[in-house]
Nanobody
Framework: QVQLVESGGGLVQAGGSLRLSCAAS????????MGWYRQAPGKQRELVAG?????????NYADSVKGRFTISRDNAKNAVSLQMNSLKPEDTAVYYC????????????WGQGTQVTVSS
């Protein structure tokens, strides 16, 4: 089992910045990758950014956030962060931290979610 606790989020004006953090605990040595997803009202949950933990720290981003968001990891703290710059109203959503665990089969663990609201 992996537990994820998120922090950060809140209300910001368009063009502003926010930073989300996610701390993992429990069976952290089983985590292969971590990332951030978001879900806006009436929409499906979508991947925002991901980073590998076990190899190289490879990152991937949704096209909509490339150049504005940066995901990073702190292996010593078992944490990942998402720096969000140049925020837009369409970035408004609940953001969820995700951890992927497993070798032959991947299991997903989720944080409780944190609200990000960008006003125009």
């Amino acid at each position: 089992q992996v537990q994820l606790v998120e922090s950060g989020g809140g209300l910001v004006q368009a063009g502003g910045s926010l930073r989300l953090s996610c701390a993992a605990s429990g069976n952290i040595f089983s985590i292969n990758a971590m990332g951030w997803y978001r879900q806006a009202p009436g929409k499906q949950r979508e991947l925002v950014a991901g980073i590998t933990i076990t190899s190289g720290g490879t990152t991937n981003y949704a096209d909509s956030v490339k150049g504005r968001f940066t995901i990073s990891r702190d292996n010593a703290k078992n944490a990942v962060s998402l720096q969000m710059n140049s925020l837009k109203p369409e970035d408004t959503a609940v953001y969820y931290c995700n951890a992927k665990v497993g070798v032959l089969r991947t299991y997903d663990f989720w944080g409780q979610g944190t609200q990000v609201t960008v006003s125009s």
